[in-house]
């Protein structure tokens, strides 16, 4: 029962446009209660409704530039990630020219793999955070990249260039790491489930002063509804990599892999 729970509260469970139209729906519902309140209330109370009004738009705004802020700190920090490990396998794969055979050739061969792992995924409309069995075979190449460069150093007195590649090789791992970390760190449920119930008790209340005053219309109260959804759409596609028109650029790592494959070994 707990897991249900917590699952229903749960946003990202369920599709971006989904989320939008119930949110829509809750807004235009909210704003045409309040409306019809208005209208019973005959023009009673106007400036006390008036001001209340003001004050919850005033929160409302500050809900969603707040939200906003959070959502495109979480995607620049994603589109970083990206050409961060993009570069790090790039260099990790430039200073693996310099290691000895065999372990040039294997090693090139395995991080070929693993940089195109992370395009071929890329068509799938999933990020990489979601793709378990990517995330599995990433760790077992670094397990069989580390087995090589054991036996190299073991092997070789030189150890310039084998220092250089086990360093490279360590922050390649942490990128992967540091990614998966910046694709999972989604804004708070919480944080957006109020921005939706601040939205609607704000568009309520603004249907309520629309409905008791004298030329009563419900036109601006539901284009006003309209245009906040559609900022809470930005915000939530802004926070959802791969899904929707607001995507991160995977060109870095497209590169990358197209660099390594092009090693002549």
């Not at 003001?54 to 705004?61: H, I, K, N, V, Y």
């Not at 570069?87 to 090139?108: F, K, S, V």
């Not at 077992?140 to 190299?152: C, F, G, S």
């Not at 995507?247 to 660099?259: E, G, H, K, L």
């Amino acid at each position: 029962m707990r897991i249900d729970v917590i699952a229903m509260g749960n946003l990202y469970a369920y599709s971006l446009l989904l989320v939008v139209f119930a949110g829509l729906v809750i807004v235009l519902a909210s704003s045409e209660i309040g409306w019809r309140l208005g209208v019973r209330a005959e023009g009673h109370g106007g400036n006390n409704i008036s001001a209340l009004e003001q004050s919850l738009l005033g929160l409302m705004a500050l809900m969603i530039g707040f939200t906003f802020a959070m959502a495109l700190t979480r995607f620049e920090s994603r589109r970083a990630s990206v050409l961060n490990e993009a570069n790090a396998i790039g260099t990790t794969a430039l200073r693996a020219r310099l290691l000895p055979e065999p372990h040039r050739t294997e090693i090139l061969k395995l991080l070929r793999e693993y940089a195109q792992m992370r395009v071929d995924y890329i068509p799938s409309g999933k990020s990489f955070a979601e793709l378990r069995t990517v995330i599995d075979r990433s760790n077992a190449i670094h397990e069989a990249l580390w087995q090589q460069i054991k036996a190299a150093a073991a092997k070789d007195n030189n150890m310039v260039p084998t220092g250089l590649f086990i360093q490279t090789l360590n922050d390649m791992i942490d990128n992967q790491g540091k990614r998966l970390s910046a694709l999972r760190n989604s804004i708070p449920n919480i944080v957006l489930l109020s921005l939706f119930g601040i939205t609607a008790i704000a568009c309520g209340f603004a249907g309520y002063a629309s409905g008791i005053e004298p030329r009563r219309t419900r036109l601006p109260v539901y284009i006003m509804g309209g245009l906040i959804c559609g900022v809470i759409y930005v915000i939530l596609d802004l926070d959802r990599p791969n899904v929707g028109f607001i995507t991160i650029s995977q060109q870095p790592m497209i590169d990358t892999a197209s660099s390594i494959a092009a090693f002549s070994d």
